[in-house]
């Protein structure tokens, strides 16, 4: 019975510190550069023209998302593209 109670007791110190050290990553903040479409428009709509389309379909209905440009290459020429993150 001591021995049940010893590792219950491991264990709630153990939840304890990872509860401690998640709470400590809830006030960060991170940047990301990129634009904020919708999910009827998705990738396409990842441009600055397309605000006051994203802002209605939003008011329709449709979910926001964020597109983030990403830079690639292929055979050897550099692009960047928007990419929708679902």
């Known amino acids: ?12 110190v153990l939840f304890l510190l ?14 990301v550069n990129g634009f904020v479409s919708d999910s009827k428009c998705g990738a396409k709509g990842a441009n600055a023209g397309a605000a ?5 379909c939003i008011e329709g209905g449709a979910s926001a998302r964020c597109c983030e440009m990403i830079e690639f290459q292929i055979a050897g020429a550099a692009s960047s593209r928007p990419f929708s993150l679902r």
């Open 52 to 56: 006051a389309c994203t802002k209605k």
């Open 18 to 31: 990872v509860a401690v050290v998640a709470a400590d990553d809830m006030g960060k903040t991170t940047t």
């Open 1 to 12: 019975m001591k021995k049940l109670l010893a590792i219950c007791i491991v264990f709630s």
